[in-house]
């Protein structure tokens, strides 16, 4: 594909070949890039079936000897729930669930494509910042690409995630402070060996791959657009490929609108949103950051001027929902759809019940973009509790009759 890199802060143009992350002029915060489409493809095919993610290739920024991963990524299941629509007074509802990925998260969409592009510059070792998704997902797909993993994780990430990643045998470095200060260790550990970066905002290619969820949703709603995106925002990428996934569709004449893009945050950690309701995006309003949707809990978020400018151009707008709200998400989710969320994915369930009012009669597709199974203690805690009994029919039916089933 024919692309270049634009840089979102001061509109600068790039060759590929000139730079590899953020824009030299603005930094690496300000100077996230976008990759632009040189020419759109005319007459595309979309084998979702046999080919997941890959089947957008012509939409990917990829080498001529790109390697994929050998594993099957995206071609996520999307559940249309008309009941639970009408529930909430919507046109319709789609859940898209991403928790069916290989590594069970929305992340191996992007690290499909940061494998594909290391490989592209012969660098075996591969490094990442994460609260644990993206984690687990490097882990995971590097064990199968032959290639090695040096991972950054604050010393709080659920014990689930942390497993997987030395199941997969990735080398973990568990740091004794937040997100943000094992992210910034990362790059300067990464920098100095020259490992590949695999960083959120930082790798501008994470996001083309991430923007494949979208373009997925078009493919499995017949090109028929829902008035309404929602999904959980922590760095900002995942909710910014959302909006691009969308618009690479509209601009290549395949669908003929944009959905607005509702981007929701744990009321503890929603820098992402202060900085869009500030008003002044490229000055990002960084917090000390806590909630148990670890997934998002992230303080200074890389990718705010990407995230708060095409929120914006969508015609969406971000929310901020409790850990309770979020709690009890994960378990309404299951019991109206079956889908079972880790607290960041079911945290856009949450947005949606609480603008659910405000968009009465329109559609919306939710993304979930993780596995309750990988944090499983969060969701224990808004559940109700086991009945222990003998193993004697006298003592089940005394239970049974007690919580008023018989």
Not at 139 to 164: D, H, N, R
């Amino acid at each position: 594909m024919n692309y270049s890199l634009k840089c979102l802060n001061c509109g600068t143009i790039y060759d590929p070949k000139d730079v590899m992350y953020t824009c030299p002029k603005c930094g690496p915060r300000l100077g996230t890039l976008e990759i632009v489409i040189g020419e759109y493809p005319r007459y595309p095919s979309f084998d979702l079936k046999s080919k997941g993610i890959w089947a957008f290739s012509e939409f990917l920024p990829l080498d001529e000897d790109h390697h994929e991963v050998p594993l099957f990524i995206g071609n996520t299941p999307i559940y249309e729930k008309k009941s639970l629509a009408q529930k909430m007074g919507l046109s319709d509802l789609w859940i898209k669930d991403d928790g069916r990925n290989p590594t069970g998260s929305y992340k191996d969409r992007a690290t499909a494509m940061a494998i594909s592009k290391a490989k592209s510059l012969h660098v075996n070792t591969i490094y990442c910042a994460s609260t644990g998704n993206a984690a687990s997902s490097l882990a995971g797909l590097t064990a199968a690409s032959g290639m090695k993993s040096i991972i950054f994780v604050p010393k709080t990430a659920p014990e689930a995630k942390i497993t997987q990643l030395l199941v997969y045998g990735a080398t973990v470095m568990a740091v004794d402070g937040t997100y943000d200060e094992a992210f910034d260790l990362s790059m300067e550990i990464g920098n100095e060996f020259g490992w590949y970066s695999r960083n959120s905002a930082i790798n501008p290619y994470l996001l083309e791959g991430k923007k494949t969820g979208s373009m997925e949703v078009a493919v499995q709603l017949d090109f028929k657009i829902p008035d309404f995106a929602i999904v959980s925002v922590g760095d900002g990428t995942v909710v910014s490929s959302i909006y691009k996934g969308f618009k690479d569709m509209k601009m290549a004449g395949l669908t003929d609108k944009i959905p607005k893009v509702i981007g929701v945050q744990s009321e503890g950690a929603n820098a992402v949103m202060r900085t869009f309701e500030s008003g002044h995006f490229d000055r990002p309003i960084d917090i000390d950051a806590h909630s148990m949707a670890d997934s998002i809990a992230v303080g200074k978020p890389r990718d705010v001027l990407k995230a708060c400018k095409w929120v914006k151009e969508s015609g969406g707008y971000f929310v901020s929902v409790t850990d309770e709200e979020i709690g009890k998400a994960i378990i309404e989710l299951a019991r109206e759809t079956g889908v079972f969320g880790e607290p960041a994915g079911a945290a856009a369930y949450a947005g949606l019940k609480k603008i659910a009012k405000s968009i009465q009669g329109k559609s919306a597709v939710i993304f979930i973009t993780g596995n309750g199974l990988k944090d499983v203690k969060s969701a224990r805690n808004f559940t109700s509790q086991v009945n222990y009994v003998k193993p004697d029919p006298k003592d089940v039916k005394d239970v049974l009759r007690k919580i008023g089933l018989i």
